[in-house]
């Protein structure tokens, strides 16, 4: 069965206190990892897509890092308004509907 | 433009009333999705239509009915809900249907009383 576990649930930062969310994942073939940022009451809105290990995607304040077991978002000198739930998801593996399975989600809250 | 589209964005259903909810992409994207999310919960895959065929997923109840009329639209009828079905209903696109991105629509809440 598919895993994606994210670590913290939840991390309270400074303004400008850099830090990374971490993302493993236990699956058999992995067809991509997606990161998500969700704004409470709104739908999740696509970062980033990683493919193969080694890989890293950027854009603005965050980086993005693919391992075999894990991923990593990491965020250089946030702002509050970085302040959201980031998600990230694999592609199911298994047979039957293909949809993405997301992890739990790391909480991030961004203090003036 | 990656923009997916969902109306309404607020509904109140009585557990005897039929309603449906609506999701258009205009990417031509040929694979679409919906999703259920609960408070402080990650999206739960429902549905996925590709190439306006379904791959159902058998946990989810029959009083919840997908419908993809063209690649473009997509719909889920509701009927005969039950109070624990209020939540954040998602829809989502992508490319195809498998290693793609997929897009999401700002979600309808859906309360049932």
């Known amino acids: 069965e598919d895993q994606v576990t994210q670590s913290p649930e939840a991390l309270r930062l400074q303004e400008g206190e850099s830090s990374s969310l971490n993302c493993s994942y236990t699956?058999?073939?992995?067809?991509?990892l997606f990161w998500y940022r969700q704004d409470p009451g709104k739908g999740p809105e696509f970062l980033f897509t990683l493919y193969s290990a080694g890989e890293e995607k950027e854009k603005e304040r965050l980086k993005a890092t693919l391992t075999k077991k894990e991923s990593f978002l990491h965020i250089t000198a946030p702002k509050p308004e970085d302040s959201a739930t980031y998600l990230c998801?694999?592609?199911?593996?298994?047979?039957?509907?293909?949809?993405?399975?997301f992890g739990k989600g790391t909480h991030l809250i961004i203090q003036p | 433009d990656t923009e997916v589209t969902q109306t309404p964005k607020h509904l109140v259903m009585g557990m005897t009333n039929k309603k449906s909810l609506k999701c258009e992409q205009h990417m031509g994207h040929r694979a679409m999705y919906w999703y259920k999310q609960k408070a402080k919960k990650p999206p739960e895959l429902m549905f996925v239509?590709?190439?306006?065929?379904?791959?159902i997923n058998e946990s989810v109840p029959s009083r919840f009915s997908p419908e993809c009329p063209n690649s473009s639209l997509l719909n889920l009828h509701l009927h005969a809900l039950q109070p624990e079905d209020s939540a954040l209903y998602l829809c989502a696109s992508s490319r195809e249907i498998i290693s793609y991105e997929q897009y999401f629509g700002p979600g309808t809440r859906l309360t049932v009383t």
């Open positions: 239509y590709s190439y306006e065929k379904l791959s």
């Open positions: 699956v058999s073939g992995l067809r991509g």
């Open positions: 998801a694999v592609p199911d593996s298994g047979g039957g509907a293909d949809g993405l399975t």
